[in-house]
């Protein structure tokens, strides 16, 4: 089966606590992004990348770091997280190119931080 | 820069008929793609346009026009699990999608 996985899909973490949240795919799509949705304002593209060692800032950055090492793997790593990280999460993806193609989103991962 | 509206909230009966609307104005168009989301959960893909007109797609169209900016999501034959946020998406360029804030729409008996 087709799918984006996230994985957790809920984490509590205190303030300057490192954590990743894990992005996989298993459809070889070249692009992927990852999102944080906050009420009132909808998805907001933090990095995206285009492919393996390709990564690139998205409207929101600051804060966040990203790693392609493979093209299945994106992860999302908060250095030192602060309560204004707290949202909800998306990764998705996409093959590069084909732009009538929608995106696939993983199920979300909710990020407390306190 | 990227900007794309659409109505924060609609409330709509069942059975009935409702339109969403997303205007943008975005550097670089490839189209623009409508999602469903349900409350905590992942969007999933309604429909995507890339030329001026109508598609039709069961109970949803959508509808694009590229020189106004505009587009929007019909939904007939309201039911209520068709409660949830909708989201416009522009694609400006490659794959690189611009969501608006998503309009959420409550379906009443």
């Known amino acids: 089966e087709a799918q984006v996985t996230q994985n957790p899909r809920y984490l509590i973490t205190v303030t300057g606590k490192k954590l990743t949240v894990t992005c996989s795919q298993n459809m070889n799509h070249e692009y992927m992004s990852w999102y944080r949705q906050d009420p009132g304002l909808g998805l907001r593209q933090i990095y995206y990348?285009?492919?393996?060692?390709?990564?690139d800032k998205g409207d929101v950055p600051e804060g966040y770091k990203v790693s392609r090492k493979e093209k299945r793997n994106f992860p999302l790593i908060l250095e030192s997280p602060s309560p204004n990280q707290t949202s909800l999460y998306f990764c998705a993806s996409s093959p590069l190119g084909q732009t009538n193609t929608e995106a696939f989103f993983g199920q979300g991962t909710r990020l407390t931080v306190v | 820069g990227q900007n794309i509206d659409q109505p924060t909230e609609m409330t709509a009966t069942e059975g009935a008929i409702v339109q969403i609307n997303c205007t943008y104005q975005t550097s670089g168009f490839n189209g623009l793609f409508w999602y469903q989301q349900h409350a905590g959960e992942a969007p999933t893909f309604l429909s995507y346009?890339?030329?001026?007109g109508l598609e039709e797609k069961g109970r949803f169209s959508s509808f694009l026009s590229r020189s106004k900016g505009y587009s929007y999501l019909l939904l007939k034959e309201l039911q209520m699990k068709d409660s949830a946020s909708y989201l416009c998406?522009?694609?400006?360029?490659?794959?690189?999608?611009?969501f608006g804030g998503g309009t959420r729409l409550m379906v009443k008996p």
């Open positions: 990348s285009m492919n393996v060692e390709v990564t």
């Open positions: 998406a522009v694609n400006n360029a490659g794959n690189m999608l611009t």
């Open positions: 346009n890339v030329l001026d």
